[in-house]
């Protein structure tokens, strides 16, 4: 059934995606009115309504919801064996779909897909870069196969392959005056104007959560939602950001910048998640492209030196679903 009705599935969950009728069927190249009645055939078999008109367009009932999870599920395993399929031809086709945060996009995850791509030429990829919630969402929606996320919030739904620790470092101009010094304090850095990622980022809400009971306050002058942006900024004067270790290679390797640690004393220490969804099995080509990035993630750890032989835990920085933060400090 799953086989023979995958187009008109994927019709529905277009209609679901979009909102409008209209504006599906302009995606799926159908007539507005042929996409219609497919729908309708489907209500029909069903016996119940699967959407419902609204001013703006349309939206799931709650029996379209039911619906729309069972679809969403059967396309993505179709997806897994699709690939297994594949492997057992030796084709290595398939897609991996993974969302990542900001701070592993540039460096970590491109250099991981071009050299997965090198040993495997014909498989495709779909790199999405963007906050931890909504690479969550994604992934519980069917629409990733794996996140690649620092400091996530708790979700029953998130399973994790490996988990790191990522302290922060604070990036400036080579020239800057803060560059002298190897490792800095938050305050230090309070002293300056900061350039800074919005709340949606993990690393600003360390920051501010680390700042919270000191006398020491930012002054944010300039907030942006891309990294690159906020690090050409601080390029050309005195402005500082601030970035997770692993996201900060490429800076590094650039005269132009000074990446500074910050003291282990501030706690600016998060986990950066490997993941997918709990309980579903990855297609075999996403489970090979994770356990590539797993490998290199291990020798990656950025790890604080906590005093009095306390240890580090994977879970100390992660927060739960609610986004009450659960750190003891």
Not at 235 to 240: D, R
Request: with cysteine.
């Amino acid at each position: 059934m799953a086989l023979r009705n995958q187009r008109i599935w994927q019709y529905i969950d277009e209609v679901a995606r979009m909102g409008s009728v209209r504006q599906a069927a302009e995606r799926l190249n159908v007539t507005p009115s042929a996409l219609l009645r497919r729908i309708q055939d489907v209500e029909h078999d069903l016996n119940a309504l699967i959407f419902e008109r609204h001013t703006s367009g349309v939206r799931l009932t709650a029996a379209g919801e039911v619906l729309i999870g069972w679809i969403r599920m059967q396309s993505s395993e179709l997806r897994r064996v699709y690939s297994q399929i594949e492997e057992l031809e030796g084709l290595q086709r398939g897609e991996v779909r993974i969302a990542c945060s900001q701070a592993v996009a540039r460096s970590f995850v491109l250099r991981h897909v071009s050299s997965f791509r090198e040993k495997h030429p014909n498989v495709k990829f779909k790199v999405t870069v963007t906050d931890h919630s909504t690479a969550v969402r994604a992934l519980i929606d069917y629409e990733m196969d794996l996140v690649l996320i620092f400091r996530p919030l708790r979700s029953s739904e998130l399973h994790s392959i490996m988990s790191i620790g990522q302290g922060l470092v604070a990036v400036m101009a080579a020239d800057h005056p803060l560059a002298k010094h190897d490792v800095l304090r938050l305050r230090q850095c309070a002293q300056y104007d900061v350039a800074m990622p919005d709340m949606a980022f993990g690393g600003r809400e360390i920051v501010e959560s680390r700042l919270l009971s000191s006398s020491a306050k930012l002054n944010v002058a300039v907030e942006a939602n891309s990294f690159d942006f906020l690090a050409e900024l601080v390029a050309g004067g005195e402005l500082i950001t601030f970035q997770i270790d692993i996201g900060a290679d490429t800076w590094r390797q650039d005269p132009r910048f000074a990446v500074r640690r910050i003291s282990d004393i501030d706690r600016t220490y998060g986990p950066l998640v490997l993941g997918q969804l709990k309980g579903r099995p990855l297609p075999l080509v996403a489970a090979k492209f994770a356990e590539q990035m797993a490998r290199d993630l291990n020798d990656c750890r950025s790890l604080p030196t906590l005093p009095d032989g306390v240890e580090w835990s994977d879970d100390e920085e992660m927060e739960d679903e609610t986004g009450l933060d659960t750190r003891s400090s």
